[in-house]
């Protein structure tokens, strides 16, 4: 049997030229403790450790107007914050949702941000394809009461769906005992010394780098089969609609 050893596996490899968003969807503005930014800081810090060039931003100290469009300033409202965050979005190549848990699902920050996420995913990058492609996306989780994976697969379909890259294991997060109790930076809370949360964020931190540099490598996704702007002019990448009988 092969024996594993407790050594690292092979040199730590570097990443110094990729960029990575991290979206903190708190309730809480700044500078108000998050708990949620106790997990972005283990993830960041790893990324920055092998070069990765971290951009973070605490959603609710913007002023975000509510709807699915680019800029909501055309649509109604008199601020719109989100153009010039998207451009940080457009910047990075992976993006980390990140957020407590409510009543059992993503907090109404997090809602926002995947709504503006989305008001841009129809705009398209030079191949043609949908903005987003190209680039890796996973989510951080917290909270005192159970619903880790129901808001990690919300959030990690919404991203897939807009176009990113979702590597193995891109979620990870802390809970603590069902039911009421500390959060995860309190004191005695056991969050920041939780093994399962460490190795989980780790874990995801890593396969994000991974993936994102991969796909940098190769130049993104391949355009062929994906381009929205080609199936708009007619071609169809091979595609036959079935007979009918």
């Given at each position: 049997?092969?024996?594993i050893?407790?050594?690292?596996s092979?040199?730590?490899p570097?990443?110094d030229?990729?960029?990575?968003l991290f ?8 500078p ?21 060039a971290?951009?973070q931003?605490?959603a609710i100290?913007?002023d975000?107007a ?8 055309e649509?109604?409202?008199d ?13 990075a ?7 407590p848990i ?5 907090s109404?920050v ?9 008001g ?9 394809q949908?903005a987003y ?12 009461e159970?619903?880790?994976k129901?808001?990690?697969m919300?959030?990690?379909y919404?991203?897939q769906?807009l176009g990113?890259v979702?590597?193995?294991q ?11 109790g ?16 460490n ?15 991969l796909?940098?490598?190769a ?12 199936w708009?002019a007619?071609s169809r ?9």
């Amino acid at each position: 049997m092969n024996e594993i050893s407790t050594a690292d596996s092979g040199a730590a490899p570097a990443f110094d030229h990729l960029r990575a968003l991290f979206i903190n969807c708190t309730l809480k503005k700044s500078p108000e403790r998050s708990h949620s930014q106790g997990l972005v800081d283990i993830s960041a810090a790893l990324m920055v450790r092998h070069g990765v060039a971290v951009d973070q931003i605490r959603a609710i100290d913007h002023d975000l107007a509510t709807g699915v469009y680019p800029d909501m300033t055309e649509h109604g409202w008199d601020t719109d914050e989100w153009p010039a965050l998207y451009e940080r979005i457009m910047a990075a190549d992976i993006l980390v949702l990140v957020g407590p848990i409510w009543l059992g699902d993503n907090s109404s920050v997090m809602k926002t941000v995947i709504e503006r996420l989305y008001g841009c995913s129809g705009i398209l990058n030079d191949a043609g394809q949908y903005a987003y492609y190209g680039r890796v996306g996973g989510c951080l989780i917290t909270g005192n009461e159970d619903g880790i994976k129901h808001c990690a697969m919300n959030i990690l379909y919404s991203l897939q769906h807009l176009g990113y890259v979702i590597p193995p294991q891109a979620d990870a997060g802390w809970v603590g005992p069902a039911g009421p109790g500390p959060s995860y930076l309190d004191e005695g809370s056991g969050g920041p010394d939780n093994d399962f949360t460490n190795r989980n964020t780790t874990f995801m931190t890593y396969n994000l780098m991974h993936l994102a540099s991969l796909l940098r490598a190769a130049g993104g996704v391949p355009a062929y089969g994906n381009q929205r702007a080609h199936w708009d002019a007619g071609s169809r990448f091979g595609f036959a609609n079935p007979e009918y009988r």
